[in-house]
Nanobody, 119 residues
Framework: QVQLVESGGGLVQPGGSLRLSCAASGSIFSINAMGWYRQAPGKQRELVARITSGGITNYADSVKGRFTISRDNAKNTVYLQMNDLKPEDTAVYYC?????????????WGQGTQVTVSS
């Protein structure tokens, strides 16, 4: 089993910044991709940003140029730097990782952290 623990959410004014962190722990063999998803009330969960173990990234169009994903492979930790936040970024943000063991992939999710952008 792999556990993901997120931190860094909170309330911020429009135009402000937040940094989310997510650390994986437990019986880790190999983690491939790590990423952040978000879910706003009444909406489906959507991909925000994703990064592979080799550092290849992809972003939702709505956050390109404002958010930056990074990871520390040695610490099994992924970060999301969010700048120029907008009210529409308000959502619960979930960390995700793809764990690979003996050729089998398993998705793990964190418990979620609330990000609220409001004046």
């Amino acid at each position: 089993q792999v556990q993901l623990v997120e931190s860094g959410g909170g309330l911020v004014q429009p135009g402000g910044s937040l940094r989310l962190s997510c650390a994986a722990s437990g019986s880790i063999f190999s983690i491939n991709a790590m990423g952040w998803y978000r879910q706003a009330p009444g909406k489906q969960r959507e991909l925000v940003a994703r990064i592979t173990s080799g550092g290849i990234t992809n972003y939702a169009d709505s956050v390109k140029g404002r958010f930056t994903i990074s990871r520390d492979n040695a610490k099994n930790t992924v970060y999301l730097q969010m700048n120029d936040l907008k009210p529409e970024d308000t959502a619960v943000y979930y960390c995700n990782c793809v764990h690979v063991r003996w050729g089998f992939s398993t998705n793990y999710w964190g418990q979620g952290t609330q990000v609220t952008v409001s004046s």
